[in-house]
């Protein structure tokens, strides 16, 4: 079966710095699934859903996109956009407008949906994360639960189907934490992926199908959670013994 | 006051009456005021103006007050210039005189009415402003100029300061808190030097937050232009009513 999104044998290393950020990374990515990403800080996670959402362009090795290598030109990377979505770590660096529906309305429109389209969308969105009564609402008057929300629901308004998330869970409190938790749900129950990196050792054992371990930019493993809990050496990579106990 | 205004702009009665309406209500009083030049157009603008936004729009008289009152120093400092001469002898005709040395300040009735006058078509004005400023978010305001064709650069620079201020403002106060927690406001050395560094440090966060915002905007298909669906507005049928009666009133 075509991976939806696939890596192979990917790198890439930031300007001015020593070390490769990602190093030979190959990940197939496959429709329906929950995936989340485990890593110390600086194991290259971020550097990863980067490179699978084209935002970076890798060094070396390539991305692929249901079979096809990703085309890098101004059509290929909409063409990407359309079916991956990104969102932040923080949604303060992705709500650019101070109105919750100009906000989810954005990429829509960049799709080259017509306004009715795109309202469409933003509707649909909205309601997938529950912000529908914050529509009307300007964007620097959200709570961090919202903010977040808001900002699923401008990516997921251009009904991507595979949503890669760099620790959009991280900071919020543990009913904000659920609620987002609950549109990941909701979206591959719609047939979507969601690829989550994280620190959340609970939310990963709990939630995904797979986990990625990627250390110093390398993925050192890809297996179900009971896995890599059950593999002493993959701990000591993700985090110190403390942090596991009573998981 | 920012943050005030603000939330007001966003909460009161007419937040969803189209800021086409309000802003015509607005500049026809603004052009009244300066065009009928009589004082007493500028005492009935600013009457109007403030019980609009106060009664009509519900914006608190406190608040509605502090802004026109903070204006309203500003404004009569400026026209002192205006009632008040300086000279080496005070006028015949000088209702006020008093010396200041080798010099006298005077002033005389015609000089103090046309201070009066001049302060009665700006506050008249600025009462105006603050009923649109006071009743309309800035996003509404972006839309307004978007909708009357305003270029598209200009828009975009307006909502994504807007946006950028609110971010900023609350990265100021978390860093203002954490310098105070290391006694960085201690003695007034300490203070400046906090100051500076806050000063630098903001403006790294600043170029930061703009790298990531371009990263999440490429990342949604961004492509040159910031597009964005219109907002949806109400009209009125009171206040173009009200518009009218206080045009009318003032001619």
């Known amino acids: 079966m075509t991976a939806l999104l696939a890596l192979e044998a990917v790198s890439y290393q930031f300007p001015g710095n020593p070390t490769p950020a990602l190093q030979a990374a190959s990940l ?59 969102v932040m770590q923080s949604p303060d660096d992705q709500l650019f407008s101070a109105s ?23 509707q649909e969105a909205a309601a997938l994360c529950d912000v529908t009564d914050l529509l009307d609402r300007p964007t620097h008057a959200l709570s961090g639960g919202q903010k977040a929300r808001v900002a699923l629901a401008g990516v997921l308004a251009m009904r991507p189907q595979c949503l ?18 609950r549109v990941f749900d909701r979206l591959v129950a719609q047939g979507g992926t969601v690829v989550l ?18 250390h110093e930019g390398q993925i050192v493993a890809v297996a179900p959670p009971a896995e890599v809990w059950a593999d002493p050496a993959l701990r000591a990579l993700i985090a110190p013994p403390e942090a596991w106990e009573g998981l | ?11 009161n009665r007419l937040r969803a009456v189209d800021p086409i309406q309000k802003g015509a209500i607005a500049v026809a009083t603004i052009l009244l005021c300066l065009v009928l030049d009589r004082p007493l157009v500028g005492w009935l603008a600013l009457a109007w103006m403030v019980m609009v936004t106060v009664w009509y729009a519900r914006v608190p008289l406190r608040v509605a007050g502090a ?75 972006i839309e307004l100029l978007r909708r009357l064709r305003a270029p598209a650069l200009l828009i975009e620079l307006m909502a994504l300061s807007y946006r950028a201020l609110f971010v900023l403002l609350d990265t100021l106060d978390q860093m203002v808190t954490a310098q105070t927690a290391r006694l960085g406001y201690a003695s007034w050395r300490a203070t400046l030097r906090s100051s500076a560094l806050l000063g630098s440090r903001l403006f790294i966060v600043a170029y930061q937050r703009s790298q990531a915002l371009e990263v999440a905007l490429t990342a949604r298909g961004f492509a040159g232009e910031l597009r964005v669906l219109p907002l949806s507005y109400t009209v009125d049928r009171q206040l173009w009513l009200i518009g009218g009666l206080i045009g009318a009133s003032l001619v």
Do not use: C
């Open chain 1, 100 to 122: 919750v529906w100009q906000d989810i309305s954005f990429g829509p429109l960049n799709l080259g949906l017509n306004a009715a389209e795109a309202r469409q969308a933003v």
């Open chain 1, 28 to 86: 197939p990515i496959a429709a329906g699934q929950r995936i989340v990403v485990l890593g110390r800080n600086g194991a290259g996670k971020s550097t990863l859903l980067l490179v699978a959402s084209g935002i970076v362009r890798p060094q070396q090795g390539r991305v692929w996109l249901h079979g096809a290598p990703v085309d890098y030109s101004r059509s290929g990377l909409r063409r990407l956009r359309q079916h991956v979505g990104l």
């Open chain 2, 1 to 11: 006051m920012l943050r005030i205004i603000d939330q007001y702009a966003f909460a």
């Open chain 1, 164 to 181: 890669l998330v760099d620790e959009a869970t991280a900071g919020l409190d543990l009913w904000a934490r659920q609620q987002v938790v």
């Open chain 2, 67 to 141: 802004v026109i009152g903070a204006e309203s120093v500003f404004l009569a400092l400026s026209v002192i210039g205006i009632a008040v001469s300086v000279g080496n002898e005070p006028p015949a005709a000088a209702l006020l005189a008093i010396p200041f040395g080798p010099l006298w300040l005077s002033a005389t009735g015609a000089s103090l009415q046309t201070a009066l006058h001049v302060l009665s078509r700006a506050l008249g004005s600025a009462a105006a402003l603050n009923f649109l400023i006071l009743t309309t978010p800035l996003i509404d305001l």
């Open chain 1, 197 to 214: 990196a994280t620190h959340d050792l609970a939310l990963a054992r709990r939630w995904a199908d797979l986990v990625v371990v990627l």
